[in-house]
């Protein structure tokens, strides 16, 4: 009780006399005290399109295989420190999967299992000086609670955890992160972020694959004078850095052929938002969602991306000239800390192609394929309806006496239960309806339930009452604007064998989650595929070896 009291007492005591810098007031609404500009010199400010866009690498297995439960693929990552050129004439220590940012691909065909071994190498983390326990959490994935980056099932550094995934799920695009509790934002901004692309023959059917396939890993960040990382959350309200990164690279220049691209957008910033749009006005083109292709895409001038979601989106270069130049620009959104240059995120530049003419034509209908597990119950995201539900729960987000609460409750308040306490019990393949409710005027919240994918069916603040149109698609990550209520409908699908147990859902402002806006669900029987005991991380015993990737593309392509 006494670590409850202290952390609470001393959030409550800090707003009851205005002490420690917490919140300030502007404009009748909260917003960060801390600055996280960054202290760089002239001479090591980075120049927006100075710098040539690259891809992160692709991992290859260490080994591979089938069985009688189908093909397998083991993978070994390690967590480590690593020297990177973000910023001119400086160099960055990140703390990264294979010692880089963002760390490195991993590609599977559904169906076949993975194994990703993941050893701690790091020691002390030099934005908190705290030991860099972490917890790996493959976000999008239908995994075992055992496996899904439960935020106490910490790895010590000095040892090592095996995950498995059974990619049973439609194609998609997932990442992997920390999810350590108290530290995910400081081990996320550290650089512990990467994406994992699920494929199946409906999405290589019918979207641009391999160089025209490209991911963008887009995050914000701040740093110091010597081009050490910046990190000062006073207000433990967020951090919003001045500087954007696609990929580990402020606003870089992409070459692209007059042809149309795929891009696979991920937000990895810990609080800010987007609104993404292209120079020209011409549109982006939606063709899939956190959990993968949309039946319907959308052409859209622009689209809102919070933290954690991802979308899909195709650009069609070939009306565009040869030499001509593209920007992505971020139009922003309410709340958000806006500097100079958080409007620019990259900028694409049309260059010859020697092959012939792109014949692709953009989708207006996509077939997902059949839904998993449907012999089972399972029901594609997309085609549930309402009259399915047999449960509706409120959920509600907000900030009381200093802590992020759902439901009034935090994280601690499940930790003192013994991890017992939930807020709901549906059994597997059951349909809910959850109306996630954000009544406050000042912030946004990124809210993201585990294992499930959802349909939103309501949104309070659209015209028609329903999702916007870049949203018709199954999601993981709901995204809760100011005095926003969404309705989500979706199904406790667990898949192969999954008996169930307990899942988080949390805010994505990742300072959010760790201050303490996390609370759990359990699926089944609670007690079974405990997500702490079930699989412990052991001390590592092998040395580390040499990573393989997959040949990659050119920089700057």
């Not at 009688?68 to 070994?76: A, L, M, N, S, V």
């Not at 000239?321 to 971020?330: A, R």
Request: aromatic share 8%; hydrophobic share 35%.
């Amino acid at each position: 009780m006494s670590g409850r009291l202290s952390r609470r007492n001393l959030l409550r005591g800090a707003l009851a006399v205005g002490g420690g810098g917490l919140i300030a007031v502007a404009g009748g609404r909260e917003v960060m005290a801390s600055d996280t500009t960054s202290r760089l010199a002239s001479k090591n400010t980075p120049t927006p399109y100075a710098n040539l866009f690259r891809r992160p690498p692709v991992l290859l297995p260490v080994a591979e295989g089938v069985d009688d439960q189908g093909p397998w693929q083991r993978y070994r990552l390690t967590q480590k420190v690593g020297q990177a050129s973000i910023v001119p004439g400086l160099t960055t220590t990140v703390a990264g999967y294979n010692g880089i940012f963002p760390g490195p691909t991993l590609k599977v065909n559904q169906g076949t299992r993975t194994e990703v071994r993941i050893s701690n190498s790091l020691t002390v983390n030099r934005l908190n000086g705290l030991p860099f326990s972490t917890v790996t959490h493959l976000h999008g994935s239908a995994s075992l609670p055992q496996y899904d980056g439960y935020a106490n099932d910490q790895t010590k550094p000095g040892q090592v955890k095996t995950y498995h995934y059974p990619n049973w799920q439609q194609a998609r695009t997932l990442w992997y992160h920390d999810h350590n509790h108290r530290d995910t934002a400081q081990n996320v901004y550290s650089g512990l972020a990467a994406q994992y692309h699920l494929s199946d023959p409906y999405e290589r059917g019918q979207l641009p694959q391999g160089e025209y396939d490209v991911p963008l890993v887009v995050s914000d960040i701040a740093f110091n004078a010597d081009g050490s990382v910046a990190f000062n959350d006073e207000s433990n309200a967020g951090l919003m850095g001045d500087i954007i990164l696609v990929n580990g690279v402020p606003w870089p220049t992409m070459k692209v052929k007059p042809r149309v691209y795929r891009f696979r957008v991920l937000v990895a910033s810990i609080s800010r938002s987007y609104r993404f749009a292209l120079s020209t006005g011409e549109p982006l083109y939606v063709v899939a969602t956190d959990a993968g292709m949309t039946p319907k895409p959308a052409a859209v001038a622009s689209y809102r991306h919070g933290a954690a979601e991802r979308y899909e989106v195709l650009i069609d270069f070939r009306k565009y000239k040869v030499g001509q130049k593209i920007e992505l620009k971020n139009l922003s959104n309410k709340n958000n800390e806006d500097y100079a240059n958080t409007g620019k995120v990259m900028q694409f530049e049309v260059v010859a192609d020697t092959g012939a003419k792109d014949p692709y034509v953009i989708p207006t209908l996509l077939d997902l394929g059949p839904q998993p597990w449907s012999e089972r119950g399972a029901v594609e995201v997309n085609k549930l309806t309402p009259n399915m539900a047999t449960a509706r729960r409120r959920v509600r987000v907000e900030r009381s006496n200093g802590l992020w609460t759902i439901n009034g409750e935090t994280w601690e308040d499940v930790e003192e239960t013994g991890f017992t306490r939930v807020l709901g019990n549906p059994q597997p393949y059951d349909v809910e309806i959850w109306d996630l409710v954000n009544e406050s005027g000042g912030w946004f919240h990124p809210l993201h339930i585990h294992l499930i994918d959802g349909q939103i069916i309501g949104r309070n603040t659209t015209s028609n009452g329903k999702a916007h149109a870049w949203e018709a698609g199954g999601k993981d990550v709901f995204y809760l604007g100011e005095n926003e209520t969404v309705s989500v409908l979706m199904q406790f699908t667990t898949g192969d064998g999954n008996a169930g147990g307990r899942y988080m859902t949390h805010c994505h402002n990742l300072i959010h989650e760790d201050n303490d806006m996390m609370i759990q669900f359990a699926v089944g029987d609670p007690t079974v595929n405990d997500p702490i005991s079930s699989d412990r991380p052991m001390p590592e015993s092998e040395p580390e070896t040499a990573p393989v990737y997959a040949p990659g593309f050119p920089a700057g392509t």
